[in-house]
Nanobody, 115 residues
Framework: QVQLVESGGGLVQAGGSLRLSCAASGSIPSINGWYWHRQAPGKQREWVAVITSGDSTNYADSVKGRFTISRDNAKNTVYLQMNSLKPEDTAVYYC?????????WGQGTQVTVSS
Protein backbone atom coordinates (compact mmCIF):
# COMPACT_ATOMS: atom_id res chain seq x y z
CA GLN A 1 0.00 0.00 0.00
CA VAL A 2 0.95 3.62 -0.51
CA GLN A 3 0.33 6.48 1.89
CA LEU A 4 0.20 10.10 0.71
CA VAL A 5 0.35 13.32 2.72
CA GLU A 6 -0.20 16.70 1.08
CA SER A 7 1.04 20.03 2.37
CA GLY A 8 1.62 23.56 1.16
CA GLY A 9 -1.89 24.86 0.82
CA GLY A 10 -2.95 28.21 2.17
CA LEU A 11 -4.42 31.63 1.41
CA VAL A 12 -2.92 33.66 -1.41
CA GLN A 13 -3.95 36.70 -3.40
CA ALA A 14 -4.87 36.42 -7.06
CA GLY A 15 -1.73 36.41 -9.18
CA GLY A 16 0.29 34.78 -6.45
CA SER A 17 1.97 31.39 -6.24
CA LEU A 18 1.93 28.31 -4.07
CA ARG A 19 3.77 25.01 -4.19
CA LEU A 20 1.97 21.91 -3.02
CA SER A 21 3.88 18.85 -1.88
CA CYS A 22 2.79 15.22 -1.72
CA ALA A 23 5.01 13.01 0.41
CA ALA A 24 4.69 9.32 -0.38
CA SER A 25 5.56 6.24 1.63
CA GLY A 26 4.99 2.53 1.24
CA SER A 27 4.99 0.55 -2.03
CA ILE A 28 6.10 3.49 -4.18
CA PRO A 29 7.61 1.41 -7.03
CA SER A 30 4.13 0.09 -7.73
CA ILE A 31 2.95 3.57 -8.72
CA ASN A 32 3.21 4.48 -12.41
CA GLY A 33 1.20 7.68 -12.40
CA TRP A 34 1.03 10.56 -9.94
CA TYR A 35 -1.96 12.88 -10.16
CA TRP A 36 -3.24 16.07 -8.64
CA HIS A 37 -6.98 16.63 -8.48
CA ARG A 38 -9.06 19.37 -6.92
CA GLN A 39 -12.57 19.85 -5.63
CA ALA A 40 -14.15 23.26 -5.29
CA PRO A 41 -17.14 23.85 -3.01
CA GLY A 42 -20.31 22.50 -4.58
CA LYS A 43 -18.46 21.02 -7.54
CA GLN A 44 -17.25 17.60 -8.56
CA ARG A 45 -13.64 16.61 -8.13
CA GLU A 46 -11.63 17.35 -11.26
CA TRP A 47 -8.29 16.19 -12.54
CA VAL A 48 -5.57 18.85 -12.65
CA ALA A 49 -2.25 17.28 -13.66
CA VAL A 50 -0.39 14.01 -14.03
CA ILE A 51 3.23 12.88 -14.14
CA THR A 52 4.08 9.34 -15.15
CA SER A 53 6.91 7.09 -14.06
CA GLY A 54 8.59 8.10 -17.32
CA ASP A 55 8.22 11.78 -16.38
CA SER A 56 5.64 12.55 -19.03
CA THR A 57 3.29 15.29 -17.90
CA ASN A 58 -0.14 16.49 -18.87
CA TYR A 59 -2.45 19.22 -17.59
CA ALA A 60 -6.07 20.22 -17.58
CA ASP A 61 -6.70 23.08 -19.99
CA SER A 62 -7.74 25.32 -17.10
CA VAL A 63 -4.25 25.21 -15.55
CA LYS A 64 -2.02 24.68 -18.58
CA GLY A 65 0.79 27.22 -18.66
CA ARG A 66 0.29 28.18 -15.00
CA PHE A 67 0.81 24.93 -13.06
CA THR A 68 3.78 22.57 -13.18
CA ILE A 69 3.87 19.04 -11.80
CA SER A 70 7.20 17.49 -10.89
CA ARG A 71 8.66 14.87 -8.64
CA ASP A 72 11.79 14.23 -6.59
CA ASN A 73 12.41 10.50 -6.48
CA ALA A 74 15.08 10.84 -3.80
CA LYS A 75 12.54 12.50 -1.50
CA ASN A 76 9.55 10.39 -2.63
CA THR A 77 7.69 13.64 -3.15
CA VAL A 78 5.51 15.01 -5.92
CA TYR A 79 5.02 18.74 -6.31
CA LEU A 80 2.51 21.04 -7.91
CA GLN A 81 3.87 24.52 -8.55
CA MET A 82 0.94 26.88 -9.05
CA ASN A 83 1.59 30.33 -10.51
CA SER A 84 -0.71 33.15 -11.59
CA LEU A 85 -3.39 31.83 -9.29
CA LYS A 86 -6.99 32.84 -9.86
CA PRO A 87 -9.96 32.85 -7.49
CA GLU A 88 -11.42 29.96 -9.50
CA ASP A 89 -8.42 27.85 -8.45
CA THR A 90 -9.83 27.83 -4.91
CA ALA A 91 -10.37 24.19 -3.95
CA VAL A 92 -9.15 21.31 -1.86
CA TYR A 93 -6.24 19.76 -3.74
CA TYR A 94 -5.65 16.02 -3.57
CA CYS A 95 -2.65 13.93 -4.47
CA UNK A 96 -3.34 10.52 -6.05
CA UNK A 97 -0.97 7.70 -6.88
CA UNK A 98 -2.09 4.89 -9.21
CA UNK A 99 -0.45 1.68 -10.21
CA UNK A 100 -0.69 -2.07 -10.09
CA UNK A 101 -2.99 -2.84 -7.18
CA UNK A 102 -2.83 0.71 -5.86
CA UNK A 103 -5.05 3.76 -6.00
CA UNK A 104 -3.91 5.89 -3.08
CA TRP A 105 -5.25 9.31 -2.08
CA GLY A 106 -4.07 11.90 0.34
CA GLN A 107 -6.27 13.80 2.76
CA GLY A 108 -6.20 17.00 0.73
CA THR A 109 -4.88 20.50 1.30
CA GLN A 110 -6.95 23.67 1.04
CA VAL A 111 -5.97 26.37 -1.43
CA THR A 112 -7.84 29.66 -1.23
CA VAL A 113 -7.20 32.45 -3.74
CA SER A 114 -8.61 35.85 -2.84
CA SER A 115 -9.53 38.43 -5.46
Amino acid sequence: QVQLVESGGGLVQAGGSLRLSCAASGSIPSINGWYWHRQAPGKQREWVAVITSGDSTNYADSVKGRFTISRDNAKNTVYLQMNSLKPEDTAVYYCNGRGKGNNAWGQGTQVTVSS
